[in-house]
């Protein structure tokens, strides 16, 4: 394990059992949680990205405060759901968050999870090209995302412009030279993170999956990392592909942890479904002592898989609460499994 980082849904809610009871309280608590994160050695902060919801939204603002405000930590999301997003405006946001960062953007994009509303991104006002069902879409505006990524010219210049241009086609601007290469993709199939591999993107497998083979989520996600990394090395990429998955971890080391979740650990995975059609399976969460976490996680064949680890944190329990978690697991649980 060479990373280990956090993922907030950044939940709200207005309820007096809340530390987070309003859209600001959870996108400045985010900006807090971030700092605390890199002071204590983590080595990301992510964010999850849900619309029509009392969770974190629009993502570019927060990455860029957090950019602003730290120096080391990567900064990245998990994920965008490329059905809402404008790929030419999302190109300009992205560049501009990452040259705030100093080129810390690790973006994690996909076609996206059932959301709150009945097709939302036609509010945002897309809709499937004839033939094409939403995740076409979603893949075809991640598709064009990466081509802009790659800052090549493509618009034919005014020939009267209001200010001088350099010579030949025009991109957008700003650019962020090297934030195509620090793309991930959202895969739930194993179908997706091959195709994810042929474009080069890194892979972020998350806490559910569909339901392929009916083993335990660890062990699909095993094989579908397998999977995409056998693609990537196919495609003939020069660089590492870099893969996540996402867990649910609390140590049990104080008596706060034993109130909150002493009960909580779930010792087999639940099935599910992502829509009427795909079944899903739902991964287990952790907690226990320290070193009966150490021997379950070490069991996890996906952890032992993939190369960064994303904890998801209870944001609504506040700033000091999920650094604590933070520090713990960076304490009693990462040196053990190989981190640093």
Same mark, same amino acid.
């Given at each position: 394990?060479?990373?280990?980082?956090?993922?907030?849904?950044?939940?709200? @809610?207005?309820?007096?059992?809340?530390?987070?009871? @309003?859209?600001?309280?959870?996108?400045?608590?985010?900006?807090?949680?971030?700092?605390?994160?890199?002071?204590?050695?983590?080595?990301?902060?992510?964010?999850?990205?849900?619309?029509?919801?009392?969770?974190?939204?629009?993502?570019?603002?927060?990455?860029?405060?957090?950019?602003?405000?730290?120096?080391?930590? =990567?900064?990245?999301?998990?994920?965008?759901?490329?059905?809402?997003?404008?790929?030419?405006?999302?190109?300009?946001?992205?560049?501009?968050?990452?040259?705030?960062?100093?080129? &810390?953007?690790?973006?994690?994009?996909?076609?996206?999870?059932?959301?709150?509303?009945?097709?939302?991104?036609?509010?945002?006002?897309?809709? %499937?090209?004839?033939?094409?069902?939403? $995740?076409?879409?979603? &893949?075809?505006?991640? /598709?064009?995302?990466?081509?802009?990524?790659?800052?090549?010219?493509?618009?034919?210049?005014?020939?009267?412009?209001?200010?001088?241009?350099?010579?030949?086609?025009?991109?957008?601007?700003?650019?962020?030279?090297?934030?195509?290469?620090?793309?991930?993709?959202?895969?739930?199939?194993?179908?997706?993170?091959?195709?994810?591999?042929?474009?080069?993107?890194?892979?972020?497998? +998350?806490?559910?999956?569909?339901? =392929?083979?009916?083993?335990?989520?660890?062990?699909?996600?095993?094989?579908?990392?397998?999977?995409?990394?056998?693609?990537?090395?196919?495609?003939?990429?020069?660089? /590492?592909?870099?893969? +996540?998955?996402?867990? @649910?971890?609390?140590?049990?080391?104080?008596?706060?942890?034993?109130?909150?979740?002493?009960?909580?650990?779930?010792?087999?995975? +639940?099935?599910?479904?992502?829509?009427?059609?795909?079944? !899903?399976?739902?991964?287990? +969460?952790?907690?226990?002592?320290?070193?009966?976490?150490?021997?379950?996680?070490?069991?996890?064949?996906?952890?032992? =898989?993939?190369?960064?680890?994303?904890?998801?944190? %209870?944001?609504?329990?506040?700033?000091?609460?999920? $650094?604590?978690?933070?520090? !713990?697991?960076?304490?009693?649980?990462? %040196?053990?499994?190989?981190?640093?």
């Amino acid at each position: 394990m060479k990373k280990i980082g956090f993922l907030s849904f950044g939940h709200w @809610s207005p309820s007096a059992h809340s530390q987070t009871r @309003s859209a600001a309280d959870t996108l400045l608590q985010s900006i807090e949680l971030a700092i605390a994160a890199e002071e204590l050695g983590a080595d990301g902060t992510y964010f999850r990205v849900h619309h029509f919801a009392r969770q974190l939204a629009s993502p570019f603002p927060l990455l860029a405060a957090i950019g602003a405000r730290t120096n080391r930590i =990567e900064i990245g999301t998990a994920v965008i759901d490329m059905r809402y997003e404008n790929p030419m405006y999302m190109a300009e946001d992205a560049g501009a968050a990452d040259l705030i960062a100093g080129g &810390r953007l690790q973006l994690g994009i996909s076609r996206g999870s059932p959301e709150q509303v009945i097709d939302g991104w036609r509010y945002f006002g897309y809709a %499937p090209a004839e033939g094409q069902s939403d $995740a076409d879409m979603g &893949r075809h505006h991640a /598709e064009v995302f990466l081509d802009l990524l790659r800052g090549e010219g493509f618009a034919t210049p005014n020939p009267r412009p209001m200010f001088p241009n350099p010579p030949g086609l025009l991109r957008l601007e700003p650019h962020s030279k090297g934030l195509r290469e620090r793309i991930w993709w959202g895969a739930a199939s194993n179908a997706t993170a091959v195709w994810a591999a042929k474009l080069g993107m890194h892979l972020q497998s +998350s806490t559910l999956k569909e339901d =392929e083979t009916g083993e335990p989520l660890h062990v699909q996600q095993a094989k579908q990392i397998r999977a995409y990394r056998a693609a990537w090395k196919e495609a003939g990429h020069a660089r /590492e592909p870099r893969v +996540s998955v996402s867990r @649910s971890i609390f140590p049990l080391v104080s008596d706060e942890d034993r109130v909150y979740f002493g009960g909580s650990g779930q010792a087999a995975d +639940s099935i599910g479904y992502i829509d009427e059609r795909t079944r !899903a399976i739902f991964g287990r +969460s952790y907690a226990a002592e320290p070193d009966v976490l150490v021997q379950q996680l070490k069991a996890d064949e996906a952890i032992a =898989e993939a190369d960064t680890l994303l904890i998801t944190v %209870p944001n609504q329990l506040g700033v000091a609460y999920n $650094a604590h978690v933070i520090e !713990a697991i960076l304490k009693y649980i990462a %040196p053990a499994m190989g981190w640093r």
